[in-house]
């Protein structure tokens, strides 16, 4: 098992390792000081087919008593009603500040789970045991939770610290291919932007054969990132490599497209739209797009730039008249580039 902590506005450790779940009850109990022994587990109805036993046994076994909150899963749950039935289900069951809200599962249970504890009684006890490599190696840690609105994905939220992340990568067994495939995108993001030697590793390596080192890794690398810019006032923006032109593709297909293959796609364009733009030396498009095949992911878009661009003003990178863009100058090296709104959509041609 591994372990790696996390010194932000609150200090927090990420245990990362085989079999916890079945152990998770007892660790929190060690690990969350001052807390009560009533627990709240908030999952959707797959994560918790497969393990919503195990955890609440563990739960009950290490002392707690449970209640558990289960929402259909997919990205229509993450709204403001399914907020509204948890944060009145918290309540129903008389939850205090001291008692804990475990979100159970992927990115969906994480962020709104998150939001949930952030903003009941103004802040409850907060763990996250991801169970897919997306929220393993990403949304599980660093503290962003939110809920979508009909006008835009995560547009109400909160940046709130968990108090311990569990993550039993025992889990990523039952993933669908695609699904595991989606977290690639991210894992292999995290070498392009902080880590030459860690895409250079992905290059020739399986994720899934090393995974420990895998989530550990980028679970490292993205403390950093946390560490220093907690709030994303900086440095932390360049998390979002590929990701302005991916939410647009997530969006125009309504959804279809997965975050993780949309990303790898956005990769792609961010890549070469700064080298045919002249904003970098070199084009990395062609060697991030051998390891996203090796990974089962998309590499090209099936949408055009006027449709990309229409979304993508929306997006939360924007400020004014410019938007953000996430540049690799290096391999394992980005820069953080504003550019005229007016020239995103010459970018984005010049990605396609
Ligand atoms: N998922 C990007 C971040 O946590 O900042």
Excluded: W
Excluded at 206 to 231: F, G, P, Q, T
Excluded at 294 to 305: D, E, I, R, T
Excluded at 324 to 350: A, R, W, Y
């Amino acid at each position: 098992m591994n372990r790696v902590t996390v010194n932000a506005s609150k200090d927090y450790n990420i245990y990362i390792g085989s079999g916890l779940l079945k152990n998770c009850g007892e660790m929190i109990k060690n690990e969350i000081k001052g807390s009560s022994s009533f627990a709240a587990v908030i999952t959707d109805d797959i994560v918790d087919g497969i393990y919503g036993d195990t955890v609440i046994k563990s739960l009950n076994d290490a002392g707690f008593k449970t209640v558990k909150y289960v929402f259909p899963h997919g990205e229509e749950s993450k709204s403001l009603e399914t907020y509204s039935d948890i944060i009145n289900f918290l309540a129903r069951n008389h939850l205090t500040r001291t008692d804990i809200l475990v979100s159970l599962g992927g990115g969906i249970p994480g962020d709104m789970g998150g939001f949930a504890a952030a903003t009941y009684l103004r802040g409850i006890k907060f763990i996250q045991i991801p169970t897919t490599l997306l929220s393993a190696v990403d949304s599980s840690v660093g503290g962003k939770t939110a809920v979508n609105l009909p006008t835009g994905k995560n547009l109400a939220g909160a940046f709130y610290q968990p108090d311990l992340v569990i993550c039993d990568y025992d889990t990523l067994n039952t993933l669908p291919g695609e699904i595991f495939a989606d977290g690639c995108a991210e894992v292999i993001k995290y070498g392009v932007i902080m880590d030459k030697e860690f895409f250079d590793f992905l290059k020739n390596n399986s994720i899934k054969d090393n995974i420990e080192y895998v989530i550990s890794r980028c679970v490292e690398l993205k403390r950093d990132i946390v560490d220093s810019d907690e709030k994303e006032t900086g440095i932390r923006a360049i998390l979002n490599f590929g990701h302005t032109v991916g939410h647009a593709i997530e969006i125009n297909s309504d959804f279809e497209i997965s975050h993780g293959s949309a990303v790898a796609i956005g990769m792609i364009i961010a890549s070469k739209g700064a080298f045919n733009s002249g904003l970098c030396k070199a084009d990395f498009s062609e060697e991030i797009k051998d390891v996203l095949i090796k990974n089962s992911l998309p590499v090209s878009c099936p949408f055009g730039s006027r449709e990309l661009f229409d979304v993508s003003c929306s997006d939360k990178k924007r400020s004014g008249d410019t938007i953000k863009l996430i540049i690799p100058e290096e391999m394992g090296k980005c820069v953080i580039k504003k550019i005229p709104l007016t020239s995103l959509l010459d970018f984005i041609e010049k990605g396609l």
